[in-house]
């Protein structure tokens, strides 16, 4: 498990066990929750007020703009987006391929209810009748399955913030991953990230020392202004 930092939201797993969480729900209602928390860290309100006409199929971008509540009574309703603004994600070719077949699954379902279904609503999350689900029924199911994998403590917190720890491990532009997750600014991202970063500070501690050796063969990202002193440093100087 990835290591947490002083807050409670930045709990995280590794993708060995998400992919483990993900073969156990294969076949349910809960694949496609799973699948679409873990690749796009949405909340879990969002991914309940998902609808078709949201995801542009071509471009890959999903605009996430509304999220789904639910009352005391039980009884649900749309809402927006916890920063209340509107953000347009893009999805991975996988994860398009996967809505592709949810989507044909769905019109099998919906046109053997017929006009029961409700397309109305045109959600992409849906129960088996076309309404919302219930976001404390997702969290419940997720809660049962991951306890038989001996997962304490996982629910779609979980794989959203999985899913914002590993791409900053793995080097995604922070600014870029805090709108992807919606986040108010880079700095709340940061803030609550900041265990997810542990090999980027080594890296950059290690680049200080090779630019105050005038090691020449330190290894600079594109773009960036070359060490003083260097070949090219003094190409950038004549340019």
């Not at 290591?3 to 073969?23: N, V």
């Not at 879990?44 to 609808?51: D, Q, S, T």
């Not at 600014?175 to 992807?180: C, E, H, Y």
């Not at 773009?223 to 190409?235: D, F, L, M, N, Q």
Request: hydrophobic letters at 40%.
């Amino acid at each position: 498990m990835l290591r947490p930092s002083d807050t409670a939201e930045s709990a995280a797993i590794e993708t060995a066990e998400i992919e483990r969480l993900e073969a156990a729900v294969a076949g349910s209602w809960l694949s496609i929750v799973v699948k679409l928390a873990a690749d796009t860290g949405l909340r879990r309100g969002e991914l309940c007020g998902l609808k078709w006409s949201d995801l542009n199929f071509e471009t890959g971008k999903l605009r996430v703009q509304r999220a789904v509540f639910q009352r005391d009574d039980g009884s649900v309703d749309e809402k927006p987006t916890k920063t209340r603004q509107v953000r347009n994600i893009v999805l991975s070719a996988n994860t398009l391929g996967y809505l592709e077949m949810h989507r044909a699954e769905q019109e099998q379902v919906a046109a053997m209810i017929g006009a029961d279904y409700r397309r109305d609503l045109d959600l992409i999350l849906a129960r088996v009748d076309g309404e919302h689900i219930r976001p404390q029924a997702i969290s419940m199911g997720l809660r049962r399955i991951a306890k038989t994998l001996g997962m304490k403590r996982v629910n779609v917190h979980t794989l959203r913030h999985s899913h914002g720890s590993i791409l900053l491990s793995k080097g995604a532009p922070l600014a870029v991953v805090s709108k992807r997750l919606g986040h108010s600014s880079p700095h709340t991202t940061a803030k609550i990230y900041a265990h997810a970063l542990p090999s980027d500070e080594q890296a950059t501690a290690e680049l200080w020392d090779s630019i105050r050796s005038g090691d020449g063969t330190a290894k600079t990202q594109v773009g960036a202004v070359a060490p003083i002193g260097t070949a090219k440093a003094k190409r950038q100087r004549v340019q």
